[in-house]
C-alpha cells in the first residue's frame, strides 16, 4: 500500500493555513440532510487542526453541477449546520472565521479535468493539503489529485482510518479471509470478483448473482433474475478460482416467490427445484447455515452486496441473518469485518449492525474500486 503522512507527522501549523478536501456530498432531502455520518465523521480531523492552532479551508463537491455554477447544488445551506455539529463557527466563500467552506469545487470546469491552474489557485491560499475524502479518491480530479502535489500533502484521520482498516482486511489480513458478495449481477462486479480471487481463501456468493453462478452449473433457475450472457464469464470465474485455491461458496437453497413483492407468498426449494413461473429472491436456510460456518472458519470478513432483496420482507432474512452473526462475531473479537459499497450501508443499518462492524465504509465507488484492485488516484498522490 501506498506510503503516506498522517496528521501526526504535521509540521507547526499554527497560524498557517490548511486545505482540507472533504466530502461533503450528503443526502439531503428538501433541502434538509438526512444522514449526518459524513459531516459527523469529520469532526476529528477538524478538532486536531483547530487544537493546532490551523486555519481551515474547506473544499468539497456537491452534487454534479457539471463544471458550472448552478445554485441548486450550492454548499451554501452548509455551514450553519457545521458549525453546530463540529461546535465551531463556520464561514461560507469569505473568510471571517477559524472555518471557511469554499463554494462547490465542481462549480469550476477545471475540476473534473483535473486541471493544474485550479489547483494552484487554491494552492495558493495555504501552506498544507489534506485529503480527508477517501470516498473521492477515486477520481483524479484537481481537488483530489492535482493539488496534492502543489502543497505538502497528509491524510486525516477519517481518510487514515479508511486505509488502515481496508489494509487490515485485504492486503495484510489474518487468514483464512472470506469474501460475502452478493448483490443484483455479477455484470457490475466483474473486476471485483477476478480481484477477490486472487486475494481472499473463501468466496461466498449470494443475491442475484449468485443465481448467474448456479446457472452456469446447468440448474433452471425459473423466473430468477439471471443473466444469461455471462454464463461462459461465470464459469471462467469458477475455473480460475480452483487455480488461485479460493473455494467459492454458493448457495443450496433459495427463497422463492412469483413477485418481487414485500410479503409476496413464497416457499424454500433445493437449488434443483426452482419451479418454472417463481424466482430466487433470498438464499434459503441451509445456504445460511453453511455461510455461518465458513464465516466461523474465517479471521477476516470483507462484504460488498446483500445476499437478497433486503428491501422487502421476509426476503431480507439472510442478509439480516448473517449480518447479525458477522457483527457478534466481530464484538467478541473473533472476527475483523469491513463492508462496504452500493447498498450495503444501508443493509447494514436494516440490520442494525451500522455500528457493530470493525469498518463500514461509507465510501460507494472508491470501496469498490479498492475492491477491484485498482490504486486510487487521490490517495497515491499523498505519497508522491
Ligand atoms: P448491488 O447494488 O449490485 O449491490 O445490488 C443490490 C440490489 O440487489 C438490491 O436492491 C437487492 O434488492 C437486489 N437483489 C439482491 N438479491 C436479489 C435477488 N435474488 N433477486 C433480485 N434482486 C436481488
Not at 480527508?132 to 477520481?139: E, K, P, Q, Y
Not at 492486503?171 to 473486476?191: N, Y
Not at 461466498?204 to 433474475?225: E, H, R, W
Amino acid at each position: 500500500m501506498t506510503n503516506y503522512k498522517t496528521l501526526d507527522d504535521l509540521p507547526d501549523i499554527q497560524g498557517k493555513s490548511v486545505l482540507l478536501r472533504a466530502d461533503l456530498n450528503v443526502p439531503t432531502k428538501d433541502g434538509k440532510v438526512t444522514d449526518m455520518t459524513r459531516i459527523e465523521r469529520l469532526k476529528p480531523t477538524i478538532d486536531t487542526l483547530i487544537s493546532k492552532g490551523a486555519n481551515i479551508i474547506i473544499l468539497s463537491h456537491f452534487g454534479r453541477p457539471k463544471g458550472q455554477e448552478d445554485m441548486e447544488y450550492s454548499l451554501s445551506f452548509l455551514p450553519a449546520l457545521l458549525s453546530t455539529t463540529w461546535k465551531h463557527h463556520v464561514s461560507f466563500k469569505e473568510t471571517t472565521a477559524k472555518i471557511t467552506l469554499l463554494e462547490n469545487t465542481r462549480f469550476n470546469a477545471g475540476e473534473e479535468k483535473n486541471d493544474n491552474a485550479l489547483a494552484q489557485s487554491w494552492a495558493d491560499q495555504a501552506d498544507i493539503y489534506i485529503n480527508d475524502a477517501f470516498s473521492v479518491s477515486h477520481r483524479a480530479h484537481a481537488s483530489t489529485e492535482a493539488i496534492a502535489h502543489k502543497l505538502p500533502a497528509f491524510a486525516g484521520h477519517l481518510m487514515n482510518q479508511e486505509l488502515k482498516a481496508l489494509n487490515k482486511a485485504l492486503e495484510t489480513p489474518q487468514r483464512p479471509v472470506t469474501a460475502l458478495v452478493g448483490g443484483a449481477k455479477i455484470s457490475s462486479k466483474l473486476d471485483l470478483l477476478n480481484n477477490l480471487i486472487k486475494k481472499v481463501d473463501y468466496l461466498v456468493l449470494g443475491g442475484g448473482m449468485a443465481n448467474t453462478f448456479i446457472c452456469a452449473q446447468g440448474y433452471d433457475v425459473g423466473k430468477s433474475l439471471c443473466e444469461n450472457d455471462m454464463l461462459e464469464t461465470a464459469r471462467t470465474i469458477m475455473e480460475n478460482a480452483v487455480k488461485e485455491n479460493c473455494t467459492i461458496v454458493l448457495p443450496t437453497d433459495f427463497a422463492v416467490a412469483e413477485k418481487f413483492e414485500s410479503n409476496a407468498p413464497h416457499e424454500i426449494v433445493s437449488i434443483s427445484a426452482v419451479p418454472r413461473g417463481k424466482m430466487a429472491l433470498d438464499i434459503g436456510p441451509d445456504s445460511i447455515e453453511h455461510i455461518k460456518s465458513v464465516i466461523d472458519k474465517s479471521k477476516t470478513i470483507v462484504w460488498n452486496g446483500p445476499m437478497g432483496a433486503f428491501e422487502i420482507e421476509p426476503f431480507d432474512i439472510a442478509t439480516v441473518k448473517i449480518a447479525k452473526y458477522v457483527a457478534e462475531k466481530t464484538k467478541h473479537s473473533e472476527i475483523i469485518s469491513v463492508a462496504g459499497g452500493g447498498d450495503t450501508v444501508s443493509a447494514m443499518a436494516h440490520a442494525g449492525v451500522k455500528n457493530d462492524l470493525t469498518y463500514l465504509s461509507s465510501a460507494g465507488g472508491a470501496f469498490l474500486e479498492w475492491l477491484e484492485g485498482k490504486e486510487l488516484p487521490g490517495v497515491k498522490a499523498l505519497s508522491s
